[in-house]
């Protein structure tokens, strides 16, 4: 029978959570590194028992620790994360130019195509590859060249957070970066170019519609409408229908269009997730309200999530990568918040239990259906 | 022969009791031992000092017989009570947060 298996990442380690398949029980894991802040943990498609895990302090760096009987045993291997060539320079806070220097990695997506390859997005921005299983990394230098002189960090650093791989075509990768935009490469990381237009950024750019610069916060898709994208923005909840290649507003409704994950629904690729929260400077739900926006119709019409969700008093927060679906019949959903509760639904979002509480902060959550 | 002392987060890395000896060859320094450490204990690798410079990561702190050495060049040769074994040189991660 099949196993569900949820990974989560937090500021304090990383935990496993098992269920059968139909999601009524789990079972919680001891903490996996415990101490170490675990940015984000993630398994294969082609092994689901290859499990990939990046831990790290800022006492002792960055490690990257790999599974291959599904997280019960772990082993260390490669961290060396160097910059290829030329290290050069971004914009700064200020306005002025600094040099890139690594901090950590904040995103793992192994490959859909071979097994032995695995990205890493970092902090200071930029994208690694491994094929070796993640024993040695490679930079993919050319991302830095899409204007990298223009790119600045936000408030949790420049960071290199979203990974999305085509499910048919291995040439295409697209990656989102903070706060410089969404990128595009459609000759396996070669090449690349800012998939930004339609962003619009009132408030935060000198120029609005500039093709670099923008916060995206987080992007999705379902792999049967590799050309459909969502993203959820610092501010406002975007469409392309042309794999980046134009952005359209879908906010719609929403009571907020501030928020970092999104998701979309596994078997259907106009139903699509996100959990506002209040603004910028107010990183939790409006109205002390914690809850899910659905919307089937690709965006623009939304209904709120409530039922099993605190709805008064609730002042916690979602992180971009801290939600993840399922791909069983009856697709399940899953976030972690920065108050350490895990929320579970199996039914599309229709209902929610917690699955684990009192966690520290929770980073990231991916969910693997094991067979 | 030398006794080295990590921080507990480094020994479970690492899969090392509270003590580490190594045998050093003169002169024995910092330098020195961190080599040992990293070919020995190859988790260990990128923690202590930062793959890019090779400098000491800026929490981790080397005190030697009483003293922080943390700021000494790290080819100056340690203390003869730490390289007689008679003490350890401890490696510790500073105390730093709220």
């Known amino acids: ?371 | 022969m030398i006794r080295v002392r990590l921080p507990m987060h480094l020994r479970n890395l690492a899969g090392v009791a509270r003590e580490i000896e190594l045998e050093v060859p003169a002169p024995v320094t910092i330098s020195a031992v961190l080599d040992l450490l990293e070919r020995d204990y190859p988790a260990l690798r990128g923690t202590l000092r930062r793959y890019d410079t090779g400098e000491r990561r800026p929490f981790i702190r080397f005190f030697a017989g009483g003293e922080d050495i943390s700021h000494d060049p790290t080819d100056r040769p340690l203390p003869a009570a730490v390289v007689d074994a008679k003490e350890h040189l401890l490696i510790i991660g500073a105390m730093a947060g709220g």
Not at chain 1, 56 to 65: A, D, E, K, V
Not at chain 1, 120 to 133: M, P, Q, T
Request: aromatic share 10%.
């Open chain 1, 1 to 371: 029978m099949a196993t569900v298996r949820v990974l989560v990442g937090t500021q304090k380690g990383a935990f496993i959570l098992t269920s059968d398949t139909s999601r009524r029980a789990w079972t919680v894991s001891e903490p996996l590194f415990g101490g170490w802040e675990v940015y984000h943990v993630k398994g294969s498609p082609l092994d689901p028992q290859r499990i990939y895990a990046a831990q790290s302090t800022g006492w002792f760096g960055q490690l990257i620790q790999r599974s291959d009987d599904g997280g019960k045993s772990w082993n260390t291997v490669g961290n060396e994360f160097a910059y290829c060539g030329e290290v050069g320079t971004h914009q700064w806070y200020d306005g002025s130019q600094h040099p890139w220097e690594f901090n950590r990695v904040w995103h793992l997506e192994p490959d859909l195509h071979d097994a032995e390859t695995v990205y890493a997005g970092v902090e200071d921005a930029a994208l690694f590859r491994s094929v070796d299983g993640g024993q040695s990394w490679q930079e993919l230098p050319a991302l830095r060249a899409a204007h990298g002189e223009l790119w600045q960090p936000g408030a949790g650093g420049m960071c290199l957070h979203t990974i999305l791989l085509h499910p048919t075509d291995p040439q295409r990768i697209i990656v989102a970066i903070s706060a410089a935009g969404a990128f595009r490469s459609d000759d396996g990381g070669e090449s690349w170019r800012g998939i930004n237009h339609g962003l619009v950024s009132n408030w935060e750019l000198p120029d609005p519609h500039a093709n670099v610069g923008h916060c995206v916060h987080n992007l999705a898709m379902n792999p049967a409408r590799p050309d459909l994208l969502f993203m959820q923005k610092h501010w406002d909840v975007m469409r392309s229908d042309n794999g980046g290649d134009d952005w359209r507003e879908i906010s719609g409704n929403l009571p907020s269009d501030f928020g970092f994950p999104i998701a979309v629904h596994a078997h259907e690729p106009e139903t699509v997730y996100v959990i506002p929260i209040k603004s910028d400077s107010e990183h939790f739900p409006p109205e002390g309200k914690l809850r899910v926006y659905r919307s089937r119709t690709g965006g623009g019409e939304w209904e709120a999530l409530t039922h099993g969700l605190p709805q008064e008093h609730c002042y916690t927060n979602v992180l971009r990568d801290a939600m993840a679906v399922d791909t069983l019949e009856e697709c399940g959903l899953y976030f972690g918040t920065t108050s350490g509760h895990l929320y579970a639904s199996a039914d599309g979002g229709d209902h929610w239990t917690v699955i684990a509480q009192h966690l520290p902060k929770v980073l990231s959550v991916e969910v693997q259906v094991v067979p």
